[in-house]
């Protein structure tokens, strides 16, 4: 039953790659069939940037300072957010974009005093797709709350 066979690699197909397929980016596998089969394959599979956490965060007058962890090893900057729900939704939660890799901090001000804030961080990397600019993320950090002083 040809349904369950194991093909081999070299002998039933074999498989190439567009690029360096290690740096972060999209990238394209073309699997080639031979032998006893017939025909090609594309796979398209995305590698992101690593994470990082936040080390400290810091309750303030009406806003919060957050610390990180430096990963500029294949990253182009990182992106916050906070908000007054641990669930992030959409009405609750703003987004902060920090373009340079090497900054490790950030305040955030114009909040709610005496008000507890959810946050979490990820790192991003600006890669071309088809001559455009597309940021591909790391997944987030776990959260951390901070409450803002009055």
């Known amino acids: 039953d040809s349904k369950n066979k ?5 002998t039933d197909y074999t498989i190439s790659y567009a690029d360096d397929r290690k740096s972060v980016g999209t990238h394209t596998a073309t699997i080639k069939f031979k032998g006893n089969y017939q025909g090609s394959s594309e796979k398209t599979y995305t590698i992101q940037p690593k994470g990082t956490t936040i080390s ?7 806003s919060i300072q957050i610390k990180w962890k430096k990963q500029a090893s294949q990253t182009s900057g990182y992106q916050i957010q906070y908000s007054t729900n641990s669930k992030f939704t959409k009405k609750t939660t703003g987004t902060v974009s920090i373009k ?6 950030k305040t955030v001000s114009k909040l709610n005093a005496a008000k507890k804030y959810y946050v ?15 940021n591909i993320y790391s997944g987030w950090s776990k959260a951390k ?6």
């Open 6 to 10: 194991v093909l081999k690699k070299g």
């Open 56 to 62: 400290t965060l810091t309750g303030k007058s009406k």
């Open 120 to 134: 979490r961080i990820r790192t991003y990397k600006e890669v071309k797709v088809n001559n455009k600019s597309k």
């Open 145 to 150: 709350s901070v409450t803002t002083l009055k």
């Open 100 to 105: 340079k890799n090497t900054t490790v901090s």
